[in-house]
């Protein structure tokens, strides 16, 4: 694995062992305030990103377009501002980071479907010359 499957698959793997210590943390604390970041963390960073990664692995004319560094660029500041807004947000503060986050996030999602779509239904590209 390399490039964009690997940023991909590498980063989901970073955001499960930060949402493992959260829960360990929450679990130690018997405090569960932080229970909807912590599952924003693991769901979109560690299972999402991922996913995301294994795609782009078996995909390269998906990981070729730069649809796919724009869903990363987004997918990751989204959750940088997503799970954080969410902490804040559940501990009594401003849900505006929540929201901003939440927005990025929806934009890499709409960024992959488009790329996915283009994949699905775009041009077929042979490597091979058609027999005329």
Known sequence: MKGI???FFASGAVYGM???ALGIWMGTAHDFTLAPAHAHLNLLGFVTMALMGVFYHVT???AARF???LHFGLATVGLWLMVPGIAFSATGGN???????SLLTAAAMLTFLVNLALTAFGPVRSARALPC
Do not use: E, F, H, K
């Not at 849900?95 to 986050?101: E, K, L, N, Q, S």
């Open 5 to 7: 499957g690997l940023l």
């Open 18 to 20: 930060g949402g493992m």
């Open 60 to 62: 390269p004319s998906a």
């Open 67 to 69: 649809l796919s560094r």
């Open 95 to 101: 849900p505006g980071m929540a929201i901003v986050g």
